[in-house]
């Protein structure tokens, strides 16, 4: 090769090069810093939930890859740490995020994420928890008082005939989250009028297992196991806690009925064995595809695709609009029918090693 032809290959390459940055370069101007696509910040609150991490998570952003390919989901999980959510939220923000969605660990403290968030004009969905007093955009949740009376109700089916008027403990979840208020709210609509008294009561921090399996230690202590009809757990997770109290206190959970909530699939397998009585079905994909539909129009400064809205909720600030879902009430004679049938779960998910035997009776399979 020439000289000339040489100078004119490497001056050719020093045009393409120039060339390729610079479209690198307008790619990074668009929404959110990255691609020409937005991006929307995922902020859950804990991991001792199993349902976060097993399928809000890739429900919400196999929804946003399909509505729109472009866009990136930037994710953090707090852990149950309110000061760590909040370092989140304002590096989310910071680095351009175009929505958020904040399922909260602290709903007062989250109010100052909100107004952070605004005064970027990021818009803010809360899923899964309200935020009181707080500028939202939307909420994506359940009715959780429904939710706590439908927990409620199954608890007492479960009692069964000469049961209607002992006594039960209670568990509830934190206290920093308005959702376990709700649910609260909901399961003393129905116990205050059902002749069931209940003996010890308690507001459980951070929904923590082991707390739950103290309480339920001590409720057994203080009231007396014998005098004990049942338990109401506000999900799954206390829900083991609680059994695991049962059993060191010499008690056959199958005699104690316990209600739960979230449908995990360690819940599922002991209602399959008699351990648990209940849980609570929450069609969680709906939940996390729902807020991935709305995330993607905030991202866009699109309003709410047609019907998706179904309601508002006040937050003490305003009327927020919002989507709320129904929870499912699931025992051994309905898992077939309601988490197998809409997929939620594999059978081979569920009927694993020991349980096979009582899959197989229950029509899962």
């Not at 007062?108 to 500028?135: G, H, T």
């Amino acid at each position: 090769m020439t000289g000339r032809r040489i100078a004119l290959v490497m001056g050719l390459a020093a045009l393409l090069a120039a060339g390729s940055i610079s479209a690198c370069g307008s790619d990074d101007s668009g929404g959110g810093g990255r691609g020409g696509g937005k991006t929307i910040a995922l902020l859950l609150p804990e991991t001792k939930t199993a349902r976060y991490e097993a399928h809000d998570r890739p429900d919400f952003e196999a929804k946003v890859k399909e509505l729109c390919p472009d866009c990136e989901v930037t994710y953090a999980n707090a852990t149950q740490d309110a000061t760590k959510q909040q370092a989140q939220a304002e590096a989310a923000i910071t680095k351009g995020a175009d929505a958020v969605v904040l399922d909260a660990v602290d709903a007062k403290s989250a109010v100052v994420m909100v107004e952070r968030a605004k005064q970027s004009d990021v818009p803010v969905l809360a899923y899964d928890r309200l935020i009181s007093d707080a500028d939202l955009d939307y909420y994506v949740s359940f009715d959780n008082v429904r939710q706590g009376r439908i927990q409620a109700q199954s608890l007492l089916d479960g009692l069964g005939s000469g049961k209607e008027n002992g006594s039960i403990v209670m568990i509830n979840g934190s206290p920093t989250d308005p959702s376990a208020g709700d649910y609260k709210k909901g399961a003393h609509q129905v116990f205050d009028k059902s002749g069931v008294k209940i003996a010890k009561e308690y507001d459980t921090p951070d929904w923590s297992p082991d707390k739950a399996e103290r309480e339920t230690e001590q409720a057994l202590t203080a009231v007396g196991k014998e005098n004990v009809a049942g338990v109401y757990s506000a999900n799954d997770g206390m829900a083991a806690g609680a059994i695991a109290a049962m059993k060191s206190a010499g008690i056959d959970p199958a005699d104690l009925p316990i209600s739960g909530g979230d449908a995990e699939v360690a819940a599922l397998q002991r209602i399959l064995m008699g351990e648990q009585y209940a849980t609570i079905y929450l069609t969680i994909r709906k939940q996390a595809e729902t807020a991935a539909e709305l995330a993607v129009a905030m991202a866009r400064g699109e309003k709410a695709p047609p019907g998706l809205v179904n309601t508002k909720i006040d937050n003490g600030k305003e009327d927020v609009p919002s989507v709320l879902l129904t929870p499912v009430a699931v025992t051994k004679g309905n898992i077939a029918g309601t988490v197998i049938k809409d997929e939620f779960y594999k059978p081979s998910e569920i009927c694993t090693g020991e349980y096979k035997k009582a899959c197989s009776a229950a029509g899962i399979g």
